[in-house]
Each structure stands twice: as C-alpha cells, then as structure tokens.
C-alpha cells in the first residue's frame, strides 16, 4: 500500500510547501523581512541485503525551510532614523539582559531615555563617543543620544586671504593721527570677522587696511569698535604687510601675528572675556592691480549650541548637529555578519539569534572588510518576490491535487479487487 503512503507525503509536502509561500507573501511589505523556500528529499524504506536496484520511493519529505538573505530593495524615507544596510551584515540589538539579536529592520526610534529602539522597544547597538566626540571602540554598547548642548571653544585661530588693491593711494596721515575709524580717507578698506571668547560671547573684529608706502600696508584691528594695539592711548598698527614687487605671498610678517584681544563691552553692556594670544595668519595676502576683495576670512571658535537633530554617515558614525553650526560625532553603529546566515534562528519580530549552525558574529563598522554601509533615511525592503509566490502556489496547489489523485486512484483499485467474486 506505498501508493496510499506516497500520497499522503505529497499532500503533506505541498502542504508545507503552501505554508512557507503564504508565509512569504504575508511578509511582502515587512522591512527587513527575508523570504524562504521549502526544499524536499525523497524518502525510500532501506532493508539489509537489499541490492536497492528495483527499489521504489515511499514519498516524499520537508528537507529544510532555507531562509534567503538576498538583498531587498532599498527605499528613501523621510526619516533620518530609519536606516538600511546595502550589502552583507546585520543590526545587533538588544534588551539589556539576553543575548544580543540580529535583525535587518532599521526602523529606529529615539525613548524618552534617548536611547535608538526598535519598535520591540530593543535598543541599537554600537561604540560611544566621549565628551571631545572621540569614538570609543570596543564592546559595543546601546547607544544613547546626547541631550546637553556642546560648550563654547574661544578662538585661537583666524586665517585671512584676500587681495589688497596695488594701484590704491597711500592713506596714511603725514602727521597727526595714524588713523581715525570714523574717517574713510585714512585708510583703504575694511572687513569683519566674529571670533568668540572662552564663554562663547562673540566679539566683532574689524581689520583696516591702510596703504603706508609702495608695497606697505598697516593693518589696524579693533574689537567691537576698540582698537586692540594702542600707545599712549592712540591706536597702533597690529600689523604691517610688506609685499614684493611682483605683489605674491607677502614678505612680511613671517609666520602668524599674535593678537591679544582686551575686554570689550559687547552689543548688551556685557563685559566679554580676554583671548590672549589668537594667531592671525595673512601668508595668503596677496597685492595686485585688481579691485579689493576678501576670498577666505575664518576663525576657529564657536559659540555655545544645543543639539538640533542627529545625521548617520555610511560609515556608521552618528553626528550630532548643534544649533552654532558645529558637528561632534555621538557614537558608531556596530553590525554583524555570519558565515552562514541561512543557520541563524528567526525569532519573530524581524530579529534571528546566533546559532552553532551560523557561527559566531563577525563584528565591525558599516563598510569595512565585506561589510555593507549605511544609508540614513531609507529602509530595506522584503526580498519577497511577490510574482514569482503567486506563480509557485499554482504550482503548490496542482502538486496537492496530482498527490490527492493518487490517493484516489489507489482507492479505486482496491475497491475492483475488493468487488472480484
């Protein structure tokens, strides 16, 4: 009766078969969601001593659900949290007691303890950064979003290229005052840079470029409307560029200016802090027959800022943007790959766990080794093909009913033999 047995396997098979294509096509519009395939074996009933030449199969068996971790598409958002791997690797993340899980769902959020969950409320995970926006890596941790605000950096630095007008007049008073700020003819242009001190209070500096001689300019400096560089109470030139005759690179001064910039009362009556010793660098100056003109003013301090949002790079690196226009990185997502992906336990809830069958994580950033990278604002969608489902149902369901006509016609022979007088 192997008819009856065959039969029955194949309608069990097909069963199983239909099972893992529904199953697929309820996860079509799952993020992150991976399809799977029945795969069957064959079933023969062995005796010893047998030559096994005329042998006959007794049906047919589920070898294995195969999980299929081929790329999904990968679809923009208008999310910066929801986040897609392109290539190999898996987001790690966890529930702060079992072991980490694994799961290619990048619908993150942020809970109110700033921590970036998933909606299983399982925290992501990766390296922290420190207060100066080193990355600390190591053990992976779950990440936390800064709350503070990033402190003030007062200025050290400021960096000037410009081009001083070679057929410009000399300005400089033969007698008297040097120069009065109030009075345009005793000098030849201005510009402005903010720079900022230790309490993040900006101060306004003015640069006045007065033409002293054929090749000479003094470079007055006042800080919101003080002079820095004064004698006796009248100002002084905090530089004097000294240009070749060609007007490049300026001969003097060599190196950076120093520049102590006083206290200063600031535009609300407040008194600003002293910054001593701001190296001014005007190597780039340049003094050409052509109009006036500032190419490159630049200073290094900020004010104080708070955190606006947060940006993912494809590195995995997460930076913080802060309301002064500054970016500190917060911390870096760590993703996992196996060697055998197929051997990871599906969980549920787009996660898998590592298995003996998978072997161990191996651990790194997006993008490094075979790892895939990161894209922010998008997510990855089911690599369901939904086409192709349909199409193996409808043969899913012609295989069920060849296997229940079997049954059938098996029936009918034993009913003839039965019916034989």
Do not use: C, H
Request: hydrophobic share 35%; no cysteine.
């Amino acid at each position: 009766m192997s008819s009856f047995q065959q039969g029955l396997s194949g309608l069990n098979a097909s069963s199983k078969n239909l099972e893992v294509i529904g199953n697929n096509v309820a996860n079509a519009n799952t993020y992150g969601s991976k399809s799977s395939r029945a795969e069957f074996a064959d079933m023969y009933a062995n005796a010893i001593g047998a030559g096994g030449a005329s042998d006959i199969g007794i049906g047919v068996k589920l070898g294995a659900v195969a999980q299929q971790f081929t790329q999904g598409n990968v679809t923009a958002t208008d999310n910066p949290l929801d986040l897609a791997i392109n290539g190999a690797g898996f987001f790690q993340v966890t529930d702060g007691s079992n072991a980490p899980q694994y799961t290619r769902n990048g619908q993150f959020k942020v809970d109110r303890d700033g921590y970036i969950v998933n909606n299983q409320q399982q925290r992501l995970m990766g390296y922290p950064a420190d207060a100066a926006g080193a990355i600390q890596a190591g053990q992976a941790k779950a990440l936390q979003m800064p709350t503070a605000g990033i402190t003030p950096a007062a200025s050290t630095k400021i960096k000037m290229e410009l081009n001083l007008d070679a057929r410009a007049q000399v300005t400089a008073p033969a007698a008297g005052t040097p120069i009065d700020f109030t009075d345009p003819s005793t000098y030849n242009n201005a510009t402005s840079v903010t720079v900022y001190d230790a309490k993040g209070q900006d101060v306004a500096l003015t640069y006045y470029f007065q033409k002293s001689a054929t090749d000479q300019w003094n470079v007055y400096v006042t800080a919101n409307g003080t002079p820095i560089s004064t004698a006796a109470g009248v100002p002084t030139p905090s530089t004097t560029l000294t240009f070749p005759a060609n007007g490049g690179a300026p001969t003097a001064p060599v190196g950076a200016v120093s520049l102590d910039i006083p206290a200063v009362t600031n535009s609300v009556g407040a008194l600003t802090v002293p910054i001593s010793g701001v190296a001014l660098n005007v190597g780039s100056a340049t003094q050409y027959g052509s109009q006036f003109g500032v190419t490159d003013l630049s200073q290094d301090g900020y004010a104080a800022g708070q955190l606006i949002g947060v940006q993912f790079e494809d590195n995995g690196i997460i930076t913080a943007q802060y309301s002064n226009g500054q970016t500190k990185p917060a911390g870096q997502v760590e993703i996992a790959n196996f060697r055998n992906p197929q051997g990871l336990q599906p969980l549920g809830g787009n996660a898998w766990s590592a298995t003996y069958t998978s072997g161990d994580p191996i651990l790194g950033v997006p993008g490094a080794g075979n790892l895939g990278e990161l894209q922010s604002g998008a997510l990855e969608e089911s690599n369901v093909d939904l086409t192709a489902e349909l199409v193996n149902m409808i043969t899913a369901q012609r295989v069920y009913q060849a296997n229940a006509q079997t049954i059938k016609t098996q029936d009918q022979l034993l009913q003839t033999i039965v019916n034989l007088r």
